[in-house]
């Protein structure tokens, strides 16, 4: 089948359009980005479904008439979902918008914090760090409840068996 | 054998029930589970030593080669009886041991029991996966036990070490199993014994399937986690990590000796990490001055023997091996259940605090004399047996490579040196007095309950070794599976004559007590060798290396900032599909410049929009452009032959426009450019190289095409089966519907998510009406008189600058039509364009003309139903109409088409997906009613309540809602006669 030239420049300044949105840190143009990339994949499904037909209805016209069905029941499902999405977003936009008087996606404060930690902070797990009661049994030798003596340490009574 | 796994699951479940209404006497019922179980084994022992075996099987994932078989043959047998036999007495001991009303013992007893049947389903199965899937219930069910409540840290942290260890030996040992299964072709552990083929996959798989084993047996280097382990209760250190869970690996290795002893790397692995785990463990447990822990020690030394007994895949030494799992089992789990007692009774397991207990205690002083004698090798108990019938066969050879047999001999005997030095410790620690160390004042006498177990374990054990000779006969059987090695099958039995295996026990017995002699010397020379790291160490030094792994990891990747993930992602698209595509993509040889001139046309504005949508900062104008794309998009579809699509286009954008306006009037006309030149250079350079590479897909993918596409006979399909002429909804409602169902499931949350994000808190039941007195009291409020005659009936709550006659003419006239048109859509669409998704906006567009033209008290009235009501409605008639396929005879989701004739009607046809579409029609206007109750309605009243509290909106956010919460109980109580009070959520 021969593609033809509108639809893939159509689809490619579409994404192009998009994408740059996307990468916005305003949520609004986060959201018109996201809206245009939608509609951008859509018409990529479309497209692949075939030349242009008929409309897939019985009685309308023939099957091999038809435009391809399948496409067109994916793409009508994402573009109801986009609705639902888009409603979503805007109200994540409405909330931010209320509690602090902005909308952009601003630097993860949390991830930052990570990012800073030095490797040793990993070590609040250290056994040597414990108090003795709560290190493991076989843990170099250290004893449950006797902190002062290790087990090696122990003076046994030199009488034997009696 | 199924059967009894069941009643096992069902014990286990009900115990916490059981513990709740009898207390700790439910333990003497749950014993009674195990104890059936014995029973049924022991009524079993004729057909086994006579050389049969019990098989059962179920079908359970055919499509996986998943079948639960099980398999029960002389070694199975041996391990469960020992596994049911314990169990029962150690539940049985439970009763006295744990405190009346202790906290926890619900599910202690819970875990206790299931454990049982996971043991017992591990040695009895013969499914390869299965076993793999009961080797991991015993590992959960072991962390569970070791953590207890999990409010103690030393516990904690030993579970989740014991979890990690052996769950990743398991994970290996999966791996090995997958590989053995494919390389032999067969899932059954009998098939594979009996044929397990050659290869480098059988060998990597029986290596992988050894790690398992040794993680779970605590072989050095693993061995670490046992003691670690004695943080559990004593009864489950006695069971789990004495007579059952730890014997899992000696059962796996013995299981598969027959067949695979051969492959490289077993001999060298078991019999190298068995001697050294029975030498280390030896060595630490003289030094140990906890009870718990010397035991622990012992039994990680004696685990080393028996691998090296089991893994040696000779018939004389695998006889001594399974009979020494027998008398480590008896012994073993009668010193834990000791030590138990003993801690009961004096507070204390410390051996240095103990002192003349021997006298005070004189039933379990004897029962645990028995027990360390067994332990030790002396005549007449099963240890002795066993550990002589060890030294027999490694005399007279039992291995392949004599050099090998004479070294693992000389260290069998130097391990039974240090466990009769142990032993004697015990002892010694546990009973003997001691001179200047004072008596345990108040003793707490332990009750005859708490002593039969142990007491019951000791006199098996005593009367086993006379009785060694019918021992023999099932041992054999396991036995004669494996080749012999030495010139004559020798039999279990307490005398053979005067033999050099006389004089071994004997050097072990007397080098034991003579090391017990010098203990002092021998201590401080411990001392003096002892090494300042240990295994736990290491252990603990991998996981906080992983730690700080993860913490560079994390913080080199995840920088925090949006746009840098999303570029990152895209750059890797452009890198990997990018690369693909330019240098394997079958170019197209020609091209159409379109497909009609009218396509141009729209694509020109569509695409003029979308840049301008780039250029525009302005909020609401860069809406509207990106609203045009849209449109343009809509029109391209009906071009296309898209009817449906293109309906659906046009409803969703002209719904998105009104969404955005209703949430864009609340925030700043401008949106603030915050990127540096800089970074909108590299997202103009990403953005153009993605839009090239998705033109450039969209321009082959027609010619990539390789296969037939299987839409070709859905138009078929859809009238025969699916009965409807629209090709599209036939597939949205029945030939994809699972697809459907998943994608308004996903509507459902999404709505729900707008919800809970405006309304925060929980949403008001209720539906906000206008009712009289607020039409009045606004009235009277302006100043004005309401008009006489409304055309909405909410309309006089606004502002009357912001009412529309006009507006509102126009929605009273058309409203109905509308909400008709809207259901012929959804009745029409299955013939023609339209459906639930269609006429489901249609009617959503409805009541965004009502709430338009008349306010959020105008919504009320339009829709007096909760939005979470119609949501989950719809869910459930869409859910139901696949459940009805299934009543009918038909797969979920089939239709059904029924004819009937109908007065007036006519003939009628009624396909069930039309319910369906009802279900997929009611969610559409839940969504649109959720956006516009939440981002409309709630949002004015927002505004109205913020404009109330003066100008302090900015402030605490939290009041707001506390004050906004008691404000909708008072405006739901006033609307009691709502119908629809309900809130679905």
């Given amino acids: 089948m021969t593609p033809t030239i509108v639809l893939p420049v159509l689809i490619g300044g579409l994404y192009a359009a998009g994408v740059y949105l996307l990468l916005d840190r305003s949520l609004t143009r986060v959201l018109l980005g996201f809206l245009l990339l939608g509609n951008a994949t859509n018409l990529l499904l479309l497209s692949t479904g075939g030349a242009r037909g008929l409309a897939p209805i019985l009685g309308y016209a023939e099957p091999d008439e038809m435009s391809d069905p399948l496409p067109q029941a994916l793409i009508l499902t994402a573009i109801v979902i986009t609705f639902g ?43 040597d760090d414990l108090a003795p009661e709560d290190r493991p049994a076989g843990h170099a030798d250290g004893l449950r409840g006797e902190p002062q003596a290790p087990s090696d340490d122990v003076e046994l009574p030199r009488a034997g068996l009696r | ?60 994932v055919p499509s996986l080669d998943l079948t639960l078989s099980f398999r029960l043959d002389a070694l199975s047998l041996t391990l469960a009886a020992l596994v049911t036999g314990v169990g029962a007495l150690v539940l049985l001991y439970c009763t006295r041991y744990v405190e009346p009303g202790a906290e926890g013992t619900g599910r202690l007893a819970g875990n206790l029991t299931g454990f049982a049947g996971a043991m017992l389903g591990l040695v009895v199965a013969d499914d390869l996966l299965l076993l793999y899937v009961f080797w991991e219930l015993t590992t959960v069910l072991s962390f569970l036990l070791i953590g207890g409540n999990g409010s103690r840290l030393a516990a904690r942290r030993a579970a989740s070490q014991a979890l990690v260890l052996t769950t990743s030996g398991g994970l290996a040992m999966f791996a090995g199993l997958l590989l053995l299964g494919n390389a032999s072709g067969t899932w059954l552990l009998s098939e594979l014994v009996a044929d397990p083929g050659t290869g480098p996959a059988v060998t990597a798989g029986t290596l992988l399937v050894l790690a398992g084993a040794v993680t779970k047996s605590a072989l050095v280097p693993f061995h670490f986690w046992l003691p670690a382990a004695m943080e559990a209760p004593t009864p489950v250190s006695a069971y789990l990590h004495a007579a059952a869970m730890v014997k899992a690996g000696v059962y796996l290795v013995a299981r598969l000796a027959p067949g695979l002893s051969d492959v490289p790397g077993w001999r060298p692995l078991l019999l190298g990490l068995g001697l050294a785990t029975m030498l280390v463990g030896g060595w630490r447990a003289l030094r140990q001055t906890d009870l718990k822990l010397l035991l622990a020690f012992g039994t990680v030394s004696q685990l080393g023997f028996l691998l090296v007994l089991v893994g040696a895949g000779s018939r004389e030494l695998a006889a001594a091996g399974l009979a020494m799992t027998v ?31 021997g006298r005070q205690l004189p039933v379990l002083a004897t029962a645990a004399t028995l027990a360390a004698a067994s332990m030790a090798g002396l005549p007449p108990l099963l240890g002795f047996v066993g550990k002589e019938a060890a030294f027999t066969a490694l005399w007279e050879g039992g291995l392949p490579d004599r050099t090998a047999a004479a070294l693992e001999l000389a260290g069998l005997v130097l391990g039974s040196v240090l466990t009769a030095a142990y032993s004697a410790r015990f002892l010694w620690g546990a009973f003997a007095r001691k001179p200047g160390v004072e008596p345990v004042a108040d003793l707490h006498r332990p009750g005859p309950l708490l002593l039969t177990a142990p007491v019951l374990l000791a006199l098996t054990g005593l009367a086993a070794g006379p009785l ?72 603990w030094n991998v996981v906080q290396g992983l730690d700080r792994l993860a913490v560079a990891v994390t913080g080199t990747t995840q920088r925090g900032s949006l746009p840098a993930y999303l570029g990152t992602i895209l750059v890797v698209v452009l890198a990997l599909p990018g690369t693909v595509l330019l240098t394997r993509a079958p170019w197209p040889d020609e091209w159409r410049a379109w497909d009609t001139p009218v396509q141009a046309l729209v694509g020109a504005v569509v695409v003029i929009a979308a840049v301008l949508a780039l250029r525009i900062r302005q909020r609401l104008s860069a809406v509207l452009v990106v609203g045009v794309t849209g449109y343009g998009v809509a029109v391209l579809f009906a071009l296309q032959g898209a009817p449906d699509l293109a309906l659906t286009q046009f409803l969703v954008e002209t719904l998105t426009l009104v969404t955005f306006v209703l949430v864009l009037r609340k925030l700043p006309k401008d949106i603030a450019e915050r990127h540096r030149p800089r970074e909108r250079a590299a997202r103009g350079v990403i953005a153009v190289a993605v839009g090239a590479l998705m033109g450039a897909v969209g321009a082959v993918a027609l010619a990539a095409r390789t296969a037939t596409p299987v839409s070709t006979g859905f138009p078929a399909e859809a009238y025969r089966y699916g009965g409807g002429q629209n090709v599209v909804n036939v597939t949205l409602v029945d030939i994809r519907a699972w697809d459907t169902i998943g994608e308004i499931s996903l509507l459902v949350v999404a709505a729900t998510g707008v919800a809970s994000l405006v309304f925060l808190r929980r949403r008001p039941g209720g539906v906000e009406r206008a009712d009289a007195g607020r039409l009045a009291g606004s009235a009277a409020r302006r100043g004005r008189r309401a008009p006489r005659r409304r055309w909405l009936s909410a309309s006089a709550t606004l502002d009357p600058l912001r009412r529309s006659v006009v507006l509102e003419v126009i929605t009273r006239l058309l409203f109905h039509p509308i909400l008709v048109f809207s259901v012929f859509l959804l009745f029409s669409g299955h013939n023609e364009p339209g459906g639930g998704f269609a006429g489901g906006l249609v009617a959503g567009l409805a009541l965004v003309l009502r709430y338009l033209a008349g306010g959020r008290y105008e919504l009320g009235e339009a829709a007096r139903v909760d939005p979470g009501l119609l949501l989950g409605a719809g869910l459930l008639i869409a859910g139901g109409t696949g459940v009805a396929g299934l009543l009918a005879g038909g797969d979920v989701l089939q239709s059904a088409i029924w004819r009937g004739t109908f007065p007036v009607l006519g003939e009628v046809k009624l396909v069930t997906s039309l319910f369906f579409d009802v279900g997929v029609y009611l969610i559409v206007v839940g969504l649109v009613l959720d956006v516009l109750r939440s981002l409309g309605a709630e949002l004015d009243r927002q505004e109205e309540q913020d404009a109330a509290d003066g100008d302090d909106d900015t402030g605490d956010e939290t009041d707001h809602d506390t004050d906004d919460d008691t404000d909708h109980d008072d405006r739901t109580d006033d609307d009691a006669t709502a119908p629809a009070e309900v809130s679905a959520r």
Avoid: C
């Avoid at chain 1, 990012?115 to 070590?123: I, K, L, M």
């Fill in chain 1, 85 to 127: 999405i888009t409603a979503f977003v805007l109200a994540m936009i409405h909330r931010s918008w209320r509690l602090s008087r902005q909308e952009n996606v601003g630097t993860d404060e949390e991830d930052r914090r990570v990012a800073a930690r030095s490797g040793t902070d990993a070590d609040e797990l250290d056994p």
């Fill in chain 2, 1 to 60: 054998m199924t059967a009894l796994l069941l009643l096992h699951l069902l014990a286990a479940v009900l115990a916490p029930l059981l513990v709740r209404w009898w207390g700790r006497a439910a333990f003497g019922v749950l014993a009674l589970v195990p104890a059936a179980a014995f029973a049924w084994l022991v009524g079993r022992l004729g057909t086994v030593t006579g050389g049969g075996e019990v098989r059962e099987t179920t079908s359970w």
């Fill in chain 2, 327 to 357: 008398a480590h089992a008896l012994f073993k789990s009668t010193l834990f259940l000791s030590v138990g007692v003993v801690d009961h009774a004096t507070g204390t397991r410390d051996l240095r605090r103990l002192s003349g207990l």
């Fill in chain 2, 468 to 539: 060694s000779p019918q021992l023999d006969e099932l041992v054999t059987r396991y036995a004669d599976t494996l080749p012999l090695r030495a010139p004559e099958a020798e039999h279990l039995g307490l005398w053979h004559g005067w033999q050099p295996a006389l004089a071994l026990s004997a050097v072990s017995l007397l080098g034991g007590l003579a090391l017990f002699a010098v203990r002092g010397p021998f201590g401080r020379l411990q001392q003096r060798l002892a090494v300042g790291s240990s295994a736990d160490e290491g252990y």
